[in-house]
T-cell receptor, first 113, second 114 residues
Framework: EAQVTQNPRYLITVTGKKLTVTCSQN?????MSWYRQDPGLGLRQIYY???????DKGDVPEGYKVSRKEKRNFPLILESPSPNQTSLYFC????????????FGEGSRLTVL | GESVGLHLPTLSVQEGDNSIINCAYS??????FIWYKQESGKGPQFIID?????DKRQGQRVTVLLNKTVKHLSLQIAATQPGDSAVYFC?????????????FGTGTQLKVEL
């Protein structure tokens, strides 16, 4: 089954404690991306990757890091989380880049206290 | 389940009726327009897309209409079912030299009443 898998699905942490949200896709897609979803703001892109070892900033990259060492994995790293990073996070891979069709993971609800 | 947005516009329809969800877009240079469905506690799921040089496209029980004159996009769902209850949002995709620029709307909550 084609899917994008994120972990953890839910996480409560404290300010400053480094965390990583993992993302893995089994569709051999080259393009992957991270979004955050906040009430009234829709989905906003954090970082994206066009291929292994190729990453670039999206619209809201501050406070986040990513890496793309393997094609299937695209982890999101919060080195020093802050309360304004409390959000619902989605990883996605591109089924068709030209149309903008994305396959999304189930989401990771992060709360930073 | 997960709440994807507070104070989202809400459309309530009776089961079996047709639903029309609207979206205004801003970028006249967008090449594709896409509709996504997001059920509570899940990630967005692709429904249908339409290229900018088209004004209508039909899928299974869904039709997307594009009016470039007024920058308006709509999603019509025929014979709405309880399983259609979700947040629906549009996205516009502009192809650029370096890849693409995908911008999402904030969504409309569709509630199907039995």
């Amino acid at each position: 089954e084609a899917q994008v898998t994120q972990n953890p699905r839910y996480l409560i942490t404290v300010t400053g404690k480094k965390l990583t949200v993992t993302c893995s896709q089994n569709m051999n897609h080259e393009y992957m991306s991270w979004y955050r979803q906040d009430p009234g703001l829709g989905l906003r892109q954090i970082y994206y990757s066009m291929n292994v070892e190729v990453t670039d900033k999206g619209d809201v990259p501050e406070g986040y890091k990513v890496s793309r060492k393997e094609k299937r994995n695209f982890p999101l790293i919060l080195e020093s989380p802050s309360p304004n990073q409390t959000s619902l996070y989605f990883c996605a891979s591109y089924g068709r880049l030209t149309t903008g069709e994305l396959f999304f993971g189930e989401g990771s609800r992060l709360t930073v206290l | 389940g997960e709440s994807v947005g507070l104070h989202l516009p809400t459309l309530s329809v009776q089961e079996g009726d047709n639903s029309i969800i609207n979206c205004a877009y801003s970028n006249s240079a967008s090449d594709y327009f896409i509709w996504y469905k997001q059920e509570s506690g899940k990630g967005p799921q692709f429904i249908i897309d339409i290229r900018s040089n088209m004004d209508k496209r039909q899928g299974q029980r869904v039709t997307v209409l594009l009016n470039k004159t007024v920058k308006h996009l709509s999603l019509q769902i025929a014979a709405t079912q309880p399983g259609d209850s979700a947040v629906y949002f549009c996205a516009e995709n502009e192809l650029t030299g370096g890849g693409n620029k995908l911008t999402f709307g904030t969504g409309t909550q569709l509630k199907v009443e039995l």
